[in-house]
């Protein structure tokens, strides 16, 4: 077994149907494989957190619970930092599924929770600034590398040898023929390439 990979941030499991390939028991083996310590999952939904959280707690793996919610048609990323945080999940969860998510919503389930934003919601910053304990940006190049924000790149699969296959769900998922669609430019498997201090930051601060 070579050196053990780091933990990446933004994965997603197959629990948001056809939208990722990663089968939260595969995601334990591989963890096993690569001697990971600790595994992160940030689904659009927690229809997966208790069965991840016990086969990672089963395999001696430190499972952190996240969620993507969106906010005004951008993704913001949620981690709980505690039970208590994980209680706060449950109820934007809840809220989701029956309407959108508003600043008073975030507001008022802050507590207990790390706020990360994808670059493509960065604007929120300064404001989310303002109630959120703990909130950082990120970035997914190493041209825009910065040691105090997070690298966070959505994870949908795990090895790029998957990544042929990922063509297939997603035509399944938006109806089409896989000769139709357009060439997928971005590598979405697990990938460690950078970690930060930041990142370390949120592993060490997250205790389910």
Same mark, same amino acid.
């Given at each position: 077994m070579g050196d053990p990979m780091r933990t990446a941030l933004y994965v997603k499991t197959e629990y948001p149907l056809l939208k990722s390939m990663i089968k939260i028991d595969d995601y334990i083996a591989f963890a096993k494989q690569n001697n990971v310590s600790a595994l992160t999952i940030a689904d659009e939904n927690l229809f997966g957190a208790m069965e991840f959280y016990t086969k990672?707690?089963?395999?001696? *793996?430190?499972? *952190?619970?996240g969620l993507t919610i969106p906010y005004e048609n951008h993704p913001v990323v949620l981690y709980a930092k505690n039970y208590q945080g994980y209680q706060n999940l449950l109820k934007l969860s809840t809220i989701h599924s029956e309407r959108e998510i508003t600043l008073e919503d975030l507001q008022k389930y802050a507590n207990n929770l790390i706020c990360i934003l994808p670059v493509e919601s960065d604007q929120y910053y300064e404001t989310f600034s303002t109630f959120f304990p703990n909130v950082y940006q990120s970035f997914d190049h190493k041209e825009t590398y910065d040691e105090h924000k997070v690298y966070m790149k959505e994870t949908l699969y795990l090895t790029t040898e998957e990544k042929s296959y990922f063509y297939y769900l997603k035509a399944i998922r938006l109806g089409k023929l896989v000769t139709s669609l357009d060439k997928i430019e971005t590598d979405s498997s697990y990938s460690d390439t950078f970690f930060t201090k930041a990142n370390q930051e949120i592993l060490d601060a997250c205790h389910f």
């Amino acid at each position: 077994m070579g050196d053990p990979m780091r933990t990446a941030l933004y994965v997603k499991t197959e629990y948001p149907l056809l939208k990722s390939m990663i089968k939260i028991d595969d995601y334990i083996a591989f963890a096993k494989q690569n001697n990971v310590s600790a595994l992160t999952i940030a689904d659009e939904n927690l229809f997966g957190a208790m069965e991840f959280y016990t086969k990672c707690m089963q395999n001696n *793996i430190k499972p *952190i619970l996240g969620l993507t919610i969106p906010y005004e048609n951008h993704p913001v990323v949620l981690y709980a930092k505690n039970y208590q945080g994980y209680q706060n999940l449950l109820k934007l969860s809840t809220i989701h599924s029956e309407r959108e998510i508003t600043l008073e919503d975030l507001q008022k389930y802050a507590n207990n929770l790390i706020c990360i934003l994808p670059v493509e919601s960065d604007q929120y910053y300064e404001t989310f600034s303002t109630f959120f304990p703990n909130v950082y940006q990120s970035f997914d190049h190493k041209e825009t590398y910065d040691e105090h924000k997070v690298y966070m790149k959505e994870t949908l699969y795990l090895t790029t040898e998957e990544k042929s296959y990922f063509y297939y769900l997603k035509a399944i998922r938006l109806g089409k023929l896989v000769t139709s669609l357009d060439k997928i430019e971005t590598d979405s498997s697990y990938s460690d390439t950078f970690f930060t201090k930041a990142n370390q930051e949120i592993l060490d601060a997250c205790h389910f």
